[in-house]
């Protein structure tokens, strides 16, 4: 009977908490699901009649507009492509081999570049110094590379790939040394392959942070040829502004899709991600521990 | 021959002491060489510009260049600290990043801990999946999602506010709204993703724990608040001093919702507008590049004494959970 009262009450407590959660979970879900509807509804329909959770007149013109490639968007994908894949791979190469030499014992000056590397998590010569450094020293304004370059080390992640490194068993370098293999053998052979989920968890970080960033191109690009996918996005918030990277400028007559559009590129640029989080989600969460050990 | 082996010696004694350094290099060359690419990559883009922050204290003139400009003493920052915007993006900064810490926080660990509740293992680790999402989103997306929901003749809120037969609210033209739409805005982003930081944490924790105070007969209240919360208190102080370090952090803080959410609309700045958004639009504009250096000093000052402080303030109540 006790028994029996208990397990009823614990099930009430666990409806409870389910409930909770799908309402936590209809919260985060929802604007996206809105978005994705208002992007396959008909253009004209959403003029008439607002935006709906569930499209009034399917339609797949405003895909099909950006597909055809008259819109920007197709160039803006390639140029963020680039950035996302040449930035995630030179940051783990860079940050890497910089965090395996501070976790070495062995080398003498490890505290000392350890602590170069903390400082810059406390005092920044903020932003504008930051401005005139890569745009009048550097000369990086306007080219691909300033949208990679400046996030190639981050003293965060240097820090975490230490800390890290330092719980391999020392035993394993030192037997890889005996046998005669080179440090950077080493490291590339043995302590890489064992290090996955750091490399995993880093890489993704740095992989959404360069595909969702716009505040670089937003400063130092004015090419439209060199726009980012999140920056077109933010540009093409104003109506006028789309039109302005779009070359057809002669189309505004005609009727073409533009709200929808707009909803449709977001959801293209949430497409990536979205198909690639159930594969990386797991190395996600069992890297963002790792993420959280202290210097 | 003795004689020899003796200079020797002493030879390799003076170059040992001399040039320990070099001995040093040469003997773990390969790490140094490993190590260099990334210092120097920290030493360009991180300290060369913190000798720019001289920029602060002069009328800075593009063409004639850092040095050559006038100095002009602490006219920059006399300007920007006699304006209203100053107070008013002081004041906003903290203002949402304390609501964003303590609610952010103590949300995340309250999902944690209702996770780790939920028995049916399925659901568990989809409700995670769903949560987590939208960390990975973009505030530009997050600014067009917030704007179908709160667009004035089109949006869904207001549809349904209008169905109801009420006006429709124009969210992008008062202020005062946006106190609340930017706070619940940040934990839609991130709660998710620091209760997943939390669930983990709390996954890690013993069974033994729990088997030993359910023996003692503790209800399943006194074990989340008695073991749970104590033990993943060391991780959420560190996400603490991680986010109170981001408050002030120059630019490559998480400022991006107070610039995309309320589309950068100047009706707004009141309730919207932090340090960050202010450097930034004065950096587009680039009209005065002294006091925007200015700001950013001030900010980075701040930013370093929050730090400083946190730290030392964790220090003295939990010393190994501290940072540093």
């Keep these: 009977m006790e028994n029996l009262k208990r397990r009823k009450k614990v099930s009430i407590s666990q409806i409870i908490i389910h409930l909770i959660f799908i309402l936590a979970c209809i919260f985060c879900i929802l604007p996206i699901l809105l978005v994705l509807s208002i992007s396959l509804t008909d253009e004209s329909v959403i003029y008439q009649n607002g935006y709906h959770l569930i499209p009034e007149a399917f339609s797949l013109d405003a895909y099909k507009y950006i597909l055809s490639g008259s819109s920007p968007v197709l160039n803006s994908y390639l140029v963020t492509a680039i950035v996302t894949i040449v930035g995630t791979v030179v940051h783990l190469y860079l940050t890497s081999m910089l965090s395996y030499g501070l976790s070495r014992k062995e080398v003498k000056y490890s505290r000392a570049l350890s602590f170069y590397v903390f400082f810059c998590l406390l005092f920044s010569g903020g932003m504008l110094p930051w401005y005139i450094l890569l745009t009048k020293y550097l000369h990086l304004k306007d080219t691909i590379f300033v949208l990679i370059a400046p996030y190639l080390v981050s003293s965060v992640n240097v820090l975490i790939m230490k800390n890290f490194f330092k719980g391999i068993p020392n035993s394993i370098v030192e037997a890889a040394r005996i046998d005669g293999s080179s440090e950077y053998n080493t490291f590339f052979k043995i302590v890489m392959p064992i290090s996955k989920p750091v490399f995993a968890t880093i890489g993704l970080f740095v992989a959404v942070f360069y595909w969702n960033d716009w505040m670089t191109c937003s400063l130092f690009i004015n090419n439209t040829k060199l726009y980012s996918l999140q920056f077109l996005l933010q540009s093409i918030m104003d109506n006028i502004a789309y039109l302005q990277g779009n070359p057809m400028l002669e189309k505004i007559g005609t009727k073409l899709p533009d709200e929808t559009a707009r909803m449709a590129t977001c959801i293209l640029a949430i497409l990536p991600i979205a198909v690639a989080y159930p594969f990386i989600q797991k190395n996600f969460e069992k890297g963002l521990t790792v993420g959280a050990v202290k210097e | ?324």
């Design chain 2, 1 to 324: 021959m003795v004689n020899l082996a003796k200079r020797n010696v002493q030879k390799e004694k003076k170059t040992s002491s001399n040039h320990g350094f070099i001995k040093e290099i040469s003997k773990n060359r390969a790490f140094y060489i490993m190590m260099l690419p990334g210092l120097l990559f920290i030493f360009v883009m991180y300290y060369l510009p913190m000798f720019g922050v001289v920029i602060a204290f002069k009328d800075y003139n593009p063409s004639q260049g850092i040095i050559k400009s006038k100095w002009v003493g602490l006219k920059n920052f006399e300007f920007f600290f006699k304006s209203q915007s100053a107070a008013t993006v002081t004041f906003n900064t903290l203002f949402y990043n304390v609501i964003f810490i303590v609610v952010g926080l103590g949300l995340a660990v309250l999902v944690a801990v209702m996770l780790n509740e939920i028995r049916n293992k399925f659901f568990a680790s989809m409700y995670k999946s769903i949560l987590l999402f939208p960390y990975l989103i973009s505030w530009v997306v997050a600014g067009y999602l917030l704007f179908s929901l709160l667009s004035v003749d089109r949006g869904v809120i207001n549809r349904l506010i209008q169905h109801f037969g009420h006006e429709p609210i124009q969210w992008y033209m008062e202020p005062s709204y946006w106190r609340y739409i930017i706070p619940v805005s940040y934990m839609w982003k991130n709660v998710g993703y620091l209760s997943v930081v939390f669930f983990a944490a709390i996954t890690g924790i013993s069974s033994d724990y729990y088997e030993a105070a359910e023996m003692d007969g503790a209800s399943g209240f006194q074990k989340t608040v008695k073991i749970t919360i104590p033990l993943i208190m060391p991780i959420v102080i560190t996400m603490f001093l991680l986010q109170a370090g981001k408050i002030f952090y120059a630019g490559l803080g998480d400022w991006g919702l107070f610039y995309n959410l309320p589309r950068d609309s100047g009706i707004l700045y009141s309730t919207t507008d932090v340090i960050d958004t202010y450097i930034f639009r004065s950096l587009k504009q680039l009209n005065d590049p002294g006091m925007t250096a200015a700001i950013g000093l001030y900010q980075s000052l701040v930013g370093f004494v929050l730090v400083v402080f946190t730290n030392w303030l964790v220090k003295k109540y939990d010393p190994d959970s501290a940072l540093y």
